[in-house]
């Protein structure tokens, strides 16, 4: 065996042991930093955040168990880097109470009596404590049950999206129809 040949044959032995050590030492010229900020933590609907539904005559506050609303809370997302989080988090919980129960949750009897959100949507506006559910006029007039769901959900998303503020004043206006008006949360809520 020529000398030639050894050293191939030396160099093809150790090559797979080498290329993994100068990988090491080399890190590819990205050097060590510590934790890097990339601005506010991500933000959704609060998970002690309560939608209230139906089951019988009486509201049940239930967490949000829509699997099928990520494009909605991705859209909702989008406009609260500009709007703040508390007006997302009360605007999702108001949506996704105007979306209606999941699927698991009407299995087990969970109704609402908002009419069904597919040709609508409520605006909401948060000034301070001060909450706003809107609801298009051609939604029409909406029973005492309906009235409650919006007002306990919009002042509990106020309260999680900010636990050290006082109790929201929330309104439901549905124009042309009436107006309702409750200061945070009291006894309908439970």
Not at 20 to 28: E, H, I, Q, S
Not at 61 to 66: E, G, I, K, V
Not at 158 to 164: E, H, K, R, V, Y
Not at 167 to 174: L, N, Q
């Given at each position: 065996?020529?000398s030639?040949?050894?050293?191939r044959?030396r160099?093809?032995?150790?090559a797979?042991?080498l290329?993994?050590?100068?990988?090491?030492l080399?890190?590819?010229?990205?050097p060590a930093?510590g934790?890097?900020?990339?601005?506010d933590?991500?933000?959704?609907?609060?998970?002690?955040t309560?939608?209230?539904?139906?089951?019988?005559?009486?509201l049940?506050?239930?967490?949000?168990d829509?699997a099928s609303t990520t494009?909605?809370?991705a859209?909702?997302?989008?406009?609260?880097?500009?709007?703040?989080?508390?007006?997302y988090?009360?605007?999702?919980a108001v949506w996704?109470?105007a979306?209606?129960?999941g699927?698991?949750?009407?299995s087990?009897?969970?109704?609402?009596?908002?009419p069904?959100?597919?040709?609508?949507?409520p605006?909401?506006?948060?000034?301070?404590?001060?909450v706003?559910?809107q609801?298009?006029s051609?939604?029409?007039?909406?029973?005492?049950?309906a009235?409650r769901?919006l007002?306990?959900t919009a002042a509990?998303?106020?309260?999680?999206?900010?636990?050290?503020?006082?109790?929201a004043?929330v309104?439901?206006?549905?124009?042309?129809h009436a107006?309702?008006?409750?200061d945070?949360?009291?006894?309908?809520?439970?």
């Amino acid at each position: 065996m020529t000398s030639a040949t050894a050293v191939r044959r030396r160099t093809a032995r150790l090559a797979p042991l080498l290329l993994p050590a100068v990988l090491l030492l080399t890190a590819c010229g990205v050097p060590a930093s510590g934790v890097v900020r990339a601005g506010d933590p991500a933000t959704g609907i609060g998970q002690t955040t309560m939608l209230y539904f139906v089951r019988g005559d009486d509201l049940t506050a239930l967490p949000d168990d829509t699997a099928s609303t990520t494009d909605l809370k991705a859209a909702l997302a989008f406009r609260a880097q500009h709007a703040g989080t508390v007006l997302y988090d009360v605007e999702l919980a108001v949506w996704l109470l105007a979306d209606g129960p999941g699927r698991a949750d009407r299995s087990k009897g969970v109704t609402s009596e908002l009419p069904a959100a597919q040709r609508w949507r409520p605006t909401v506006r948060v000034a301070g404590g001060a909450v706003t559910v809107q609801l298009p006029s051609y939604v029409g007039p909406l029973t005492a049950v309906a009235v409650r769901q919006l007002l306990c959900t919009a002042a509990d998303a106020f309260l999680t999206a900010s636990p050290d503020a006082e109790p929201a004043k929330v309104t439901v206006k549905v124009p042309g129809h009436a107006v309702w008006r409750a200061d945070g949360f009291d006894r309908t809520c439970s």
